[in-house]
T-cell receptor, first 113, second 115 residues
Framework: AQTVTQSQPEMSVQEAETVTLSCTYD???????LFWYKQPPSRQMILVIR??????QNATENRFSVNFQKAAKSFSLKISDSQLGDAAMYFC??????????FGAGTRLTVKP | EPEVTQTPSHQVTQMGQEVILRCVPI?????FYWYRQILGQKVEFLVS????????KSEIFDDQFSVERPDGSNFTLKIRSTKLEDSAMYFC?????????????FGPGTRLTVL
């Protein structure tokens, strides 16, 4: 079974600073996809970034980037120049090719002004 | 930009009652999903649906749950006899195709409260 682990229940960062959220996963598959979703207080699920396992290059979306270490089964999210609007729950998710997504338990990010 | 919509945003019901949660997936999407998130916990997969039938379901999706695509736009989740532990946010998601890197787009969720 695929499991996703987020070892940091809570993180905080000073506005304009950089923060890294950790995620590890367990799988025997070689092809899969990884995602980070943001869940603000409204509880909507918003896609932040995705990574295809076959790509060595780390995905980047503006201030958001990932450090994907396939051998270590690690998929961390780096948020640069943190903004107050980044405060939310962040969920790491794993998806096999034809399957549903498996989510981690989430990390609550607080941004201090 | 097209988006997944869900109604109602909040549903309150009495234990034992039936509820139907509605979703309108993105119009050209073919694969549909329901997820559940109990307050303070992670998002859990319930069921996936393609070509008018369930393609996969989790152990949570027992006989009290059913899904349906009654017309060309709606995708519904029915809970026949609600229990207190069914209280949760229910998210609908859709994607154009499975496989590949197609992202599942989530709706805003329906908060179900069972009293």
């Amino acid at each position: 079974a695929q499991t996703v682990t987020q070892s940091q229940p809570e993180m905080s960062v000073q506005e304009a600073e950089t923060v890294t959220l950790s995620c590890t996963y367990d799988t025997s598959e070689s092809d899969y996809y990884l995602f980070w979703y943001k869940q603000p207080p409204s509880r909507q699920m918003i896609l932040v970034i995705r990574q295809e396992a076959y790509k060595q290059q780390n995905a980047t979306e503006n201030r958001f980037s990932v450090n994907f270490q396939k051998a270590a089964k690690s998929f961390s999210l780096k948020i640069s120049d943190s903004q107050l609007g980044d405060a939310a729950m962040y969920f790491c998710a794993y998806r096999r090719l034809d399957n549903d997504m498996r989510f981690g338990a989430g990390t609550r990010l607080t941004v201090k002004p | 930009e097209p988006e997944v919509t869900q109604t109602p945003s909040h549903q309150v019901t009495q234990m034992g009652q039936e509820v139907i949660l509605r979703c309108v997936p993105i119009s050209n999407h073919l694969y549909f999903y329901w997820y559940r998130q109990i307050l303070g916990q992670k998002v859990e997969f319930l069921v996936s649906f393609y070509n008018n039938e369930i393609s996969e379901k989790s152990e949570i999706f027992d006989d009290q749950f059913s899904v349906e695509r009654p017309d060309g736009s709606n995708f519904t989740l029915k809970i026949r006899s609600t229990k207190l532990e069914d209280s949760a946010m229910y998210f609908c998601a859709s994607t154009h195709k499975t496989g590949g890197s197609d992202t599942q787009y989530f709706g805003p969720g329906t908060r179900l409260t069972v009293l």
